[in-house]
């Protein structure tokens, strides 16, 4: 079994679409993916797994009950994962 790629903060904010300062917050808070430090306590090193920030975004899919706005919301769902796809493509898609 190989080794899995690991994300900086940078590179999760890139995958996601997001500013790194909205990722540390979600790490801040506890809300964000499970991600991996070593090192000292303030200058430790922050990485995150592709798998684990993947299930994180499986973890808080939100889908509408509602048939109508369903069919709307699995279009938009479409939309953003074909606008992640070559940021998928290149860190990987565990």
């Not at 922050?46 to 994180?56: C, E, L, M, P, Q």
């Given at each position: 079994m ?35 430090k ?26 509408n009950?509602s ?28």
């Open positions: 190989g080794l899995e790629k690991l994300l900086t903060a940078e590179e999760v904010a890139d995958y996601l679409g997001l500013k790194v300062s909205s990722v540390n917050r979600m790490r801040w808070f506890k809300e964000g993916p499970a991600y991996i070593w090192g000292g306590k303030t200058n430790g090193c922050i990485r995150y797994r592709v798998s684990d920030v993947n299930k994180w975004l499986e973890e808080n899919k939100v889908t009950q048939t109508n706005q369903s069919t709307n919301q699995s279009t938009d769902n479409d939309q953003k994962m074909e606008r992640l796809r070559p940021l998928r493509e290149k860190y990987g898609n565990a």
